[in-house]
Nanobody
Framework: VQLQASGGGLVQAGGSLRLSCGVS????????MAWYRQAPGKERELVAT???????TYTDPVKGRFQIYRSNYEDAVYLQMNILKPEDTGVYYC?????????WGQGTLVTVSS
């Protein structure tokens, strides 16, 4: 599997960003997908998930602000991030489990200034 994340950048608090993750070399529509993030000096944490059927979950700090969605036509998963806060700063990774192992993209950096 190949996971290619993009869309990060520098944004002011209250702003929005949309992250994209292109997925290849798997039958994308059959896979559950997830976004994780890692803040400086902290462990990587789960942000949001979406099942192959489109069901979603979110970690509490992003509920109501972030939306994960997927396009099985484009083989891509997205993370729409609104009302960004400085504590959302970090490297964001898209991820899936393939052949029993969690796979990671290269990450995209999101920096939210106060």
């Amino acid at each position: 599997v190949q996971l290619q994340a993009s869309g990060g950048g520098l944004v002011q608090a209250g702003g929005s960003l949309r992250l994209s993750c292109g997925v290849s070399r798997i039958m994308f529509r059959a896979y559950d997908m997830a976004w994780y993030r890692q803040a400086p000096g902290k462990e990587r944490e789960l942000v949001a998930t979406i099942t192959s059927g489109g069901e979603t979950t979110y970690t509490d700090p992003v509920k109501g602000r972030f939306q994960i969605y997927r396009s099985n036509y484009e083989d891509a998963v997205y993370l729409q991030m609104n009302i960004l806060k400085p504590e959302d700063t970090g490297v964001y990774y898209c991820s899936t489990i393939d052949r029993g192992q969690r796979r990671w993209g290269q990450g995209t950096l999101v920096t939210v200034s106060s």
